[in-house]
């Protein structure tokens, strides 16, 4: 999904924070310890607080993000990609929730601490309620290609940032409230809660060209056929099931996100049928 190269950023709230700092500790040994495909099957697009697994690590100032004023920026960089998506999604949100308020992005640069523990690359992107925070180190997605095999291209580093952008609506509109965590297993508020998160994301990419800078320019070009595809298989390599089976034992009872299959599927649901379409828990565990 492209940027449309004329598109005017118009400033932005995202910040740039942390500085290296390593791997992040974890309760019980770090990342080589337990496994890198281990902590991401916890943390990875979770939305939830993980500080009893992740040590608060790194830190650093915040900064501005410079040299992203135009989508031809958004083009060409990742970081900037992700700033010209926050502006985005903000604009579709706010049309769409009443009395919206906007997350607060930080582009992680190695590592940094937050309340919900250490965000890195090997963490995968988060979103850290109390803070209502997002956090994404733009090197996760070469992780994503090297040890899930996605391509990981521009609609799908979209999809991962608007799925943080899912738990966020979650949060502020009381979701994450109602249903709140209740163990795993594959008909758990936590699957549930991540397929509502990659439905609001098939939603907004099916509608993100309707959201203008303040010339009128759409910030995103209709996404291709191709570019879907890629971001299908975003979803596919973080399911459960996949995780799992890179480890050698797939155990629904464990799950946390849903399996391949139902991420590929309320993204679509999303896509094709809109927000109304997007309640994950009214819907029965065969319906999942």
């Given at each position: 999904m492209s940027f449309n190269s004329n598109a005017e950023?118009?400033?932005?709230?995202?910040?740039?924070?942390?500085r290296g700092g390593g791997a992040a500790a974890v309760a019980g040994g770090g990342l080589a310890g337990l496994g890198g495909i281990a902590v991401l099957l916890l943390v990875l697009f979770t939305g939830g607080d993980v500080?009893?697994?992740?040590?608060?690590?790194?830190?650093?100032?915040?900064?501005?993000?410079?040299?992203?004023?135009?989508?031809?920026?958004?083009?060409?960089?990742?970081d900037c990609r992700?700033?010209?998506?926050q502006k985005a999604l903000d604009?579709?949100?706010?049309?769409?929730?009443?009395?919206?308020?906007?997350?607060?992005l930080i582009i992680v640069d190695g590592s940094t601490s937050t309340r919900c523990g250490t965000a890195s690359n090997a963490t995968g992107p988060f979103y850290c309620p109390p803070e209502e925070t997002i956090y994404v180190d733009p090197t996760f997605f070469g992780l994503l290609r090297s040890q899930f095999g996605a391509q990981a291209g521009d609609l799908a580093q979209l999809y991962v940032l608007a799925?943080?952008?899912?738990?966020?609506?979650?949060?502020?509109?009381?979701?994450?409230?109602?249903?709140?965590n209740d163990g795993t297993?594959?008909?758990?508020?936590?699957?549930?809660?991540?397929?509502?998160?990659?439905?609001?994301?098939?939603?907004?990419?099916?509608?993100?060209?309707?959201t203008t800078d303040a010339n009128g320019v759409a910030y995103l070009q209709q996404p291709t056929d191709a570019?879907?595809?890629?971001?299908?298989d975003a979803?596919?390599?973080?399911?459960?099931?996949?995780i799992q089976a890179q480890s050698g034992r797939v155990n629904p009872e464990t799950w946390t996100h849903g399996s391949s299959g139902q991420r590929q599927r309320w993204f679509t649901t999303g896509y094709q049928s809109g927000l109304d379409a997007c309640d994950t828990f009214s819907v029965s565990g065969g319906e999942l």
């Open positions: 950023l118009g400033g932005t709230t995202a910040r740039r924070r942390g500080t009893s697994l992740l040590g608060g690590t790194g830190g650093g100032q915040d900064s501005a993000i410079a040299g992203c004023d135009t989508g031809a920026d958004a083009n060409a960089n990742d992700l700033v010209f998506g604009g579709y949100w706010a049309d769409q929730v009443q009395g919206y308020r906007a997350p607060q799925h943080e952008y899912g738990h966020h609506i979650q949060q502020i509109t009381g979701i994450m409230d109602q249903y709140p297993g594959p008909t758990s508020n936590g699957v549930r809660t991540e397929l509502q998160a990659d439905c609001f994301a098939g939603a907004w990419i099916a509608d993100a060209t309707s570019q879907l595809r890629d971001a299908l979803a596919a390599a973080v399911g459960d099931d996949r």
